[in-house]
C-alpha cells in the first residue's frame, strides 16, 4: 500500500491537477527559442550532422529525452545545462511543440 501512495504522489507532483498532460504545443514554441541555436528553426534543420532532429520526433521519447538530460542520465554538457533549468512542464510543453512539426521523421504512408 505503501508504494501505491507514493506513486500516486510522485505523479501528482509530475502532473498537478489542471496541468496538461501532453503539454501545450503553442507554450513550447515559446520555450523553444533557445533550442533553435544549435536544432534549428522547428528543430528540423540542426547546425551540425550529429545533432538530432526534434520536429517531427515522438512525443514520449522527446520527455524522455529531456528527462534523462536532467537527471544526469544521459551525458552531453550542453543538454545537461539547458535540461537542468526545465520544469517538468517545460519538458512536456517542449516535446508537445517538437512532436508536432513537419519532419522527414514523419511517414507519408
Not at 520555450?31 to 517531427?56: F, M, N, R, V, W
Request: charged share 20%.
Amino acid at each position: 500500500m505503501r508504494k501505491i501512495n507514493i506513486l500516486i504522489a510522485s505523479l501528482c507532483l509530475a502532473f498537478p491537477l489542471g496541468a496538461t498532460a501532453r503539454g501545450s504545443a503553442e507554450a513550447g514554441a515559446k520555450k523553444s527559442e533557445t533550442c533553435k541555436a544549435c536544432h534549428g528553426e522547428a528543430g528540423a534543420k540542426p547546425i551540425q550532422p550529429d545533432y538530432p532532429i526534434l520536429a517531427g520526433q515522438h512525443y514520449d521519447y522527446l520527455v524522455a529525452a529531456l528527462t534523462q538530460y536532467k537527471a544526469g542520465k544521459r551525458k552531453n554538457a550542453s543538454m545537461n545545462g539547458f535540461a537542468a533549468a526545465l520544469k517538468p512542464e517545460d519538458i512536456r510543453d517542449l516535446a508537445a511543440y517538437f512532436s508536432s512539426q513537419g519532419s522527414d521523421l514523419k511517414s507519408k504512408y
